[in-house]
């Protein structure tokens, strides 16, 4: 994996501060890139950061900067140097040029390609990626690209395949519109597939990476997913139903997480998976209420949202592991939201029954309540296809359904129609 063959692949971190990205900010910029390159398999050692009031367009740096890159690059026998802000073709040919032979530059966003090339498991995912590579390639075409067939190897350079490295611009083009073909096709038929279950209430997990989506799906789906405390843990999305206690049942949804940063021919390939995830019922935006970054991560994850096409406000927040919290001030987050710890279990049943009444709450759902001397209406009732819950009290009974108005018009049940699913016991006495 590395240049030597034993031992991790050395690297030094770049970061910028400049005009509105004060010093503070970087470091923790830094801190992360630090996560991510050792997610990826790489050594951090070393981290420079250049203080200037705006940036070179040949290099971002300065040249006299380059230089000191260079001669961190000797002394420490680092081979790979990342850059936290997104770099162009040209800037990556430059720096690689004026840095001693054989260094590779890579940015952010080539760390995250790599980590997503080395985790994807699916036929799904593995497309997405391959997708993303050779989109983020072409348009970086560099020195190294043309030596990568040599040098093949390290971060940055896995996923895709040894021959397509040789492949030309042209080849890379055809290869990438396959690519869209073959996802199209994966897509149509998940589509298909998710037809069928539209009975069903979806609820979809977002969230910064390492919030915690996973420990969430697992403790309340008790599917074994993936955990670790690792960036990008997660790549694949997992669907798994739920009950929701009073007989209502979702299916819930694990995503790949956000971070900042995200270039966007990056984010392109994985949009129809996460665009379906914001498709859900209801969205829960799961955020590490311990992390001192909360805030950014809430904002990050906000932007990603609107970009989907959903109002962050309606996204239901879940502030996770609030067992780190404990003698601290929570984030004071002004909107909907519920506290919870994935890993000690305190606050879930608080977020099924919460889940649960934003649900049955949705505009989409229809209410019911039916005395239970209406015999023949209540037959008719337990027949409306898409059926979301049903209780039964001392006099009547109520039941929830998806039917749509159409169909509920149909059915001559209209007259019966209540406001909203009324509030369960266990809701009283909070
Ligand atoms: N203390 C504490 N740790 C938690 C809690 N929930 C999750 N963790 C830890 O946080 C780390 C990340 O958890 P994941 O569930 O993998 O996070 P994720 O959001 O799925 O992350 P990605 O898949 O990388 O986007 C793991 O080490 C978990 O054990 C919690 O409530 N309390
Ligand atoms: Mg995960």
Redesign the pocket.
């Known amino acids: 994996m590395t240049a030597e063959g034993t031992g991790r692949e050395k690297a030094i971190l770049v970061g910028l501060a400049y005009g509105a990205l004060p010093r503070s900010e970087v470091d923790d910029h830094l801190d992360e890139l630090g996560r991510l390159v050792d997610t990826a398999g790489g050594e951090v050692v070393e981290r420079l950061v250049q203080e200037r009031a705006g940036i070179d367009p040949a290099t971002l740096v300065g040249s006299g900067f380059v230089t000191r890159i260079g001669s961190t690059c000797e002394a420490t026998g680092a081979r790979t140097v990342v850059f936290d802000e997104d770099l162009t073709g040209s800037q990556v040919r430059n720096l690689e040029k004026a840095l001693p032979k054989d260094v590779k530059v890579l940015d952010r966003a080539g760390v995250i390609l790599d980590i997503f090339a080395q985790r994807a498991r699916t036929r799904e995912a593995q497309t997405q990626v391959e997708l993303a590579q050779l989109t983020y390639l072409l348009s970086r075409l560099t020195r190294r690209w043309r030596h990568l067939s040599r040098q093949a190897g390290g971060i940055g350079t896995r996923g895709v395949g040894e021959t397509q490295l040789e492949l030309d611009r042209r080849l890379i083009t055809r290869r990438i519109t396959q690519l869209k073909k073959k996802l199209a096709e994966i897509e149509s038929t998940r589509r298909l597939r998710r037809q069928r279950r539209t009975a069903v209430p979806t609820v979809a997990l977002v ?1 910064y ?7 969430l799906f697992r403790r309340l789906t008790r599917a074994r997913v993936r ?8 790549l694949d999305p997992r669907a798994r139903r739920v009950a929701l206690g009073e007989g209502v049942a979702a299916i819930l949804t694990d995503t ?2 956000f971070i900042r940063k995200l270039p966007h021919d990056l984010v392109a390939p994985f949009r129809s998976t996460l665009e379906e995830a914001a498709d859900a019922d209801l969205v829960l935006h ?1 955020v590490d209420a311990a992390d001192p970054a909360w805030e950014e991560h809430l904002r990050v994850g906000d932007e990603v949202l609107e970009g989907l096409g959903v109002a962050p406000e309606q996204a239901l927040v879940v502030l ?2 609030i ?2 919290t404990v003698g601290r001030r929570l984030p004071p987050v002004r909107r909907r939201r519920v506290m919870v ?3 000690t279990g305190v606050g879930l049943p608080g977020l099924l029954e919460r889940i649960r009444a934003e649900l049955l709450g949705a505009p989409s759902v229809a209410v019911l309540s039916i005395p239970l001397d209406e015999g023949d209406a209540v037959a008719r009732a337990f027949h409306l296809p898409h059926r979301v819950a049903r209780r039964f009290g001392e006099t009547s009974v109520t039941i929830a359904v998806r039917t749509g108005e159409e169909g509920l018009a149909e059915s001559g049940l209209d007259r019966f129609r209540v406001p909203r699913w009324p509030a369960s016991a266990a809701a009283l006495e909070e």
């Open positions: 969230g990476t390492n919030a915690g989506k996973s420990s955990v670790e405390d690792r960036l990008f843990a997660t790949v997480g799961v996770n592991k067992d780190l710890s994935a890993l």
